[in-house]
């Protein structure tokens, strides 16, 4: 069965308020994939094969997808085969984790099942309790899985042959390969004498295990391109070193994570659901991103509900591919704008004139920010870019001393960028909820350049969404202010600073600031 169907979706995501925990804002594309899989049954887990195409499982079926969305199903010869996660293996061939054993699936299409022995008197239970839940590759060659309840770490060769290595906790979920040549998983529900607790496990290719105690409950895991461990689950996101220390990093908005990957771009990539989301205070998915040092980007998917939840990895076309309702999604990462570093570049250029308003109407649930940027420094239209292509910006706040990253707008190469002149570019996306953004480039080479930006979007009244406030109290927010549009390709930067000569009105529904450098 083949299926070639493409639903291109582009959004503006300001999410929440300015100001707190709900500040983040991202714009991006997504493209959709029908998967043409059993009804009610979507994609579980993903990887990208040998092949160059993208192969996922899901129900009783393994899936492949060509980067142009061609589709290809695969009937596994057990009936109620329940798969669930899939990975490459040293043989190049495809294997993948089922109810009551390991499959392996050639990149033509054959498919070979290796049972695994079932635990003493489980009886009924085998069918759901006992079930592997990951698999990856080890570093000796063989594949390595882990099973639910079970609570055991398996190895199996590629011929077939099974070792099972008991682990100390219950309902192991995932693993992969680290990057000191050990295995690693998540053992995400408690032990004997500690119901409550969770750890990181580390097993060696011989077999000997290692527990890690960590807060929360871990649910998958994933070598990072820094050399730590990065894991996601009901604590969010955290990063291990391979000595075991544990870095746990917050979410803009999200309190819980299904799945992490590592993308082509050096950093990670995370898929959530059932989470809280401003400003429709509702459950959403959502993907993140997190850069090594942990700046985290969200960006909410095209219909709010949670789609489905399931795995996330990077796909042969260098986007990022995750299961989405009974098909599957990619996020262009060719439009990804810049990203704004935790504290404000160095060498921006500045301008005469600098403007800057934070608007709260509070009687229309409506927020809004404007900053103008005039009489600047010599630009030329080959330093901004080629926006409508291949150059993305980040707007950025940064506020208090020192200074910190508190709002950060991102705005993505594309097709939503016109060329007004050849110096003169603008950019508008519009979104549900009346959600905006505005961005005008114009260059000089006589100290004339401009920028214009403008973001608003519709807000819940403050007992809908009590995590998520409005605007600080009067006079609180901290100074000085900095604002800076950071250029994807070049790194080149423009800014205006604030302190508290330049504001004018600073309360809780007003923030406007003019500065002049003469």
């Avoid at 993208?54 to 129900?59: A, I, N, P, R, Y």
């Avoid at 898929?271 to 991103?289: E, K, L, N």
């Avoid at 910190?404 to 939503?416: C, K, Q, R, S, W």
Wanted: hydrophobic fraction near 35%; glycine fraction near 12%.
């Amino acid at each position: 069965m083949t299926v070639q169907v493409r639903v291109v979706l582009s959004l503006l995501v300001a999410a929440g308020t300015l100001f707190g925990p709900c500040a983040r804002g991202t714009a991006q594309s997504f493209v959709e994939f029908p998967a043409g899989g059993q009804r009610g049954v979507g994609a579980a887990g993903l990887t990208t094969g040998p092949d160059g195409n993208l192969w996922f499982v899901g129900g009783d079926q393994v899936g492949r997808i060509t980067p142009a969305g061609d589709v290809t199903l695969f009937s596994i010869p057990t009936r109620n085969s329940a798969t669930y996660d899939i990975t490459v293996g040293a043989d190049d061939n495809l294997w993948f984790v089922e109810r009551r054993g390991v499959g392996r699936i050639t990149p033509e299409g054959t498919i070979t099942e290796f049972a695994i022995p079932d635990p003493p008197g489980c009886g009924a239970c085998c069918d759901n309790c006992y079930a592997p839940q990951g698999i990856t590759s080890g570093p000796d060659g063989n594949l390595w899985y882990v099973s639910s309840y079970r609570n055991t770490v398996g190895r199996i060769t590629p011929t077939g042959t099974v070792t099972e290595f008991p682990a100390a906790y219950w309902n192991l979920h995932d693993i992969t390969s680290g990057p000191d040549g050990n295995l690693w998983f998540t053992e995400y529900y408690g032990k004997p004498g500690d119901e409550e607790g969770t750890a990181i496990g580390r097993i060696t290719p011989a077999g000997t295990i290692t527990d890690f105690p960590v807060s929360g409950r871990p649910l998958r895991i994933t070598a990072g391109p820094d050399g730590n461990l990065w894991f996601v689950g009901d604590v969010g996101v955290a990063r291990m070193t391979p000595t075991g220390t544990v870095t746990e990093l917050s979410f803009p908005t999200m309190s819980h994570a299904d799945d992490i990957t590592a993308g082509p771009d050096g950093n990670l990539w995370v898929r959530a659901c059932g989470v809280r989301y401003c400003p429709d205070a509702g459950d959403a998915g959502m993907i993140a991103r997190i850069t090594p040092t942990g700046t985290i980007t969200e960006f909410p998917l095209p219909d709010p509900s949670c789609g489905y939840q399931g795995g996330i990895t990077a796909g042969p076309d260098g986007n990022i591919w995750f299961p989405y309702h009974s098909g599957l999604m990619a996020l262009n990462l060719s439009g990804t704008a810049a990203v704004c570093a935790p504290t404000p570049a160095s060498g921006c250029r500045t301008a005469r004139h600098n403007l800057l308003v934070v608007k709260a109407n509070l009687a229309r649930h409506e927020d809004k920010l404007s900053w103008r940027w005039s009489g600047g420094q010599s630009t030329s239209e080959i330093e901004f870019g080629d926006p409508p292509n291949t150059t993305g910006y980040a707007l950025c706040m940064y506020t208090g001393s020192p200074e910190t990253l508190l709002t950060e707008i991102d705005v993505p190469a594309g097709g939503n960028w016109r060329s007004a002149s050849t110096t003169r570019f603008s950019y508008k996306s519009e979104w549900r909820n009346a959600n905006v953004l505005k961005l005008l480039l114009r260059a000089s080479d006589r100290s004339r350049a401009k920028i214009k930006a403008v973001v608003g979007w519709n807000t819940l009244s403050e007992d809908q969404r009590p995590h998520c406030p409005r605007l600080p109290s009067p006079g609180n927010i901290p100074l000085p202010v900095t604002m800076q549009l950071v250029n994807s390709t070049n790194s080149t930067c423009w800014e205006a600073v604030y302190d508290a000569a330049d504001v004018i009105r600073n309360d809780a529904e007003y923030f406007k600031a003019r500065s002049v450098v003469r």
